[in-house]
């Protein structure tokens, strides 16, 4: 076990995020709780008696003062955990004007990851995607409608999303691995969370709402942490491959457009794109 890492974990005031953090905590590694609700995250934090910072995905503004703050605060970040993501039924547009799934799931901890990457590269860390089986079920990404102007669905809408955490995580490993970067995206098993309960998107809501789908069918948080805090916890490169998508501690194969570079590179261009306005300091 290698212990004193600084470890970032987004969305971490619940679920799977402030699980996985009371056990890296506990393994001696320095966590930063970042989470939504100014509430929910200070009670996390305190009870575990470690740092934190809130921040709203849905204001792209906020991942830069983030950004601003963990560089300030910590001169070394050993990992970035991009864990924050959810669902949500209606076709939604952020203050930034892009969808609300994409936007959290994917636009936001690409910007904080590109506000980071010197720190990061400095600090030879690990940034880890919390994906999902999901990605498996998406259709053909359309780089010319990230924003899902076209025909909106919920599902399809999430599914992209987690195909691009995928995406970015192979792009990422492939720009900047050679500088001394590591990534992973996960599946972190179907979880008992408030993931999806502001989402109207038909079963997801009704298996993350009603009590009796969330017994029989899904996992608990503490259970959902042990990929995030295996990958956070143990070193790349040794323990684990840098640029793989893992299911239970395993590289497995995802979504087949995940093995596109061309679409990996087009991803990552628009998306800089669509954020550059707010990257530059």
Avoid at 53 to 80: C, G, K, N, W
Wanted: proline share 4%.
């Amino acid at each position: 076990m290698s212990t004193n890492k600084v470890i970032v974990i987004t969305g971490s005031s619940d679920g799977i995020g402030a699980a996985a953090a009371r056990q890296l905590h506990e393994r001696g590694h320095r966590v930063v709780i970042v989470g939504r609700s100014p509430e929910k995250t200070a009670a996390v934090a305190r009870n575990l008696g470690v740092d934190s910072l809130v921040a709203d995905f849905t204001r792209l503004e906020d991942v830069r003062t983030l950004a601003s703050h963990l560089q300030d605060a910590y001169p070394r970040i050993d990992v970035l955990a991009n864990n924050a993501g959810g669902v949500f039924g209606d076709p939604t547009k952020t203050i930034d004007g892009f969808e609300k799934t994409f936007q959290i799931n994917h636009l936001a901890p690409f910007l904080l990851t590109n506000l980071l990457i010197e720190t990061l590269i400095e600090s030879k860390a690990s940034v880890i995607q919390t994906s999902s089986v999901g990605a498996k079920l998406a259709k053909a990404l359309n780089i010319d409608d990230l924003n899902h102007d076209h025909n909106f669905d919920a599902t399809r809408a999430y599914t992209a999303a987690k195909l691009e955490n995928i995406l970015f995580t192979k792009e990422l490993h492939r720009r900047s691995h050679a500088r001394g970067i590591s990534t992973a995206a996960f599946h972190p098993g179907n979880i008992a969370t408030s993931f999806a309960t502001q989402s109207e998107a038909g079963l997801m809501r009704f298996v993350a709402t009603n009590r009796v789908a969330r017994a029989v069918m899904l996992s608990t948080p503490d259970k959902g942490a042990d990929q995030l805090v295996w990958l956070a916890d143990k070193n790349p490169g040794t323990d684990w491959q840098s640029g793989a998508y893992y299911e239970k501690r395993k590289p497995k194969r995802t979504n087949p457009q995940a093995l596109d570079v061309r679409l990996a590179t087009e991803l990552w261009d628009r998306s800089e794109d669509m954020t550059a306005s707010l990257s530059q300091p």
